[in-house]
């Protein structure tokens, strides 16, 4: 299976800040890498696919980059909606599998 | 817009199969750009894919839950469903029903999540 790894494992910011929570894969899975944001007793929501593309409806501060091993998420301006665990998944092979999530708090 | 909702027992006895449906609402099941899959979470931990279905009925499975995971489409009900067998306490978690896009390979829309409890 393809490892993903995350980190931080929490982050906590200012609003305003720029903030960026980092995704490494365990071999090289191309740019089939979607970010998720997941609230409290809610279903995850897609924030990014394909390593780089912004889903419809989704602010335009959330940004993702990357490709290969290494991914980032980047939040421009951080909005106290933003409050979340976020992760990362893998999409390039047999089982699909995600990141262990980043918590993100508001200082 | 397009909705999926889980449904089953929320309580599930050690060693008994838990059984979920996913009924989807404003798009056919059968349109052809779309994988269906089931995803679970234990409490307070990350996502585990389960597996997957197409409208004609091929799946692929997690390796970890293969020998125990059977997944089915109706798509004259428009749903599918989830068969898990031989539970274990471990198999407690929030199932999810979602959505996969077969362009760009992402999970585009979720059901609410289902909390399945295996206990005696």
């Known amino acids: 299976d393809i490892q993903m790894t995350q980190s931080p494992s929490s982050v906590s910011a200012s609003v305003g800040d720029r903030v960026t929570i980092t995704c490494r894969a365990s071999?090289?899975?191309?740019?089939?890498l979607a970010w998720y944001q997941q609230k409290p007793g809610k279903a995850p929501k897609v924030l990014i696919y394909?390593?780089?593309s912004l889903q419809s409806g989704v602010p335009s501060r959330f940004s993702g980059s990357g490709s290969g091993t290494d991914f980032t998420l980047t939040i421009s301006s951080l909005q106290p909606e933003d409050v979340a665990t976020y992760f990362c998944?893998?999409?390039?092979?047999?089982?699909?599998?995600f990141g262990q999530g980043t918590k993100l708090e508001i200082k | 817009q397009v909705q999926l909702q889980e449904s089953g027992p929320g309580l599930v006895k050690p060693s008994q199969t838990l059984s979920l449906t996913c009924a989807v609402s404003?798009?056919?099941?059968?349109?052809?750009?779309?994988?269906w899959s089931w995803i679970r979470q234990p409490a307070g931990k990350g996502l585990e894919w389960i597996g997957r279905?197409?409208?004609?009925?091929?799946?692929d499975y997690n390796p970890s839950l293969k020998s125990r995971v059977t997944i089915s489409v109706d798509t004259s009900k428009n749903q599918f469903s989830l068969n898990l067998s031989s539970v274990t306490a471990a198999d407690t978690a929030i199932y999810y029903c979602?959505?996969?896009?077969?362009?760009?390979?992402?999970?585009?829309?979720w059901g609410p999540g289902t909390l399945v409890t295996v206990s005696s």
């Open positions: 071999q090289g899975i191309r740019s089939w």
């Open positions: 404003g798009d056919s099941i059968n349109t052809g750009n779309f994988y």
């Open positions: 279905i197409y409208p004609s009925g091929n799946t």
């Open positions: 979602a959505r996969f896009k077969r362009i760009f390979y992402y999970f585009d829309y």
């Open positions: 998944q893998q999409a390039n092979s047999f089982p699909y599998t």
């Open positions: 394909d390593a780089s």
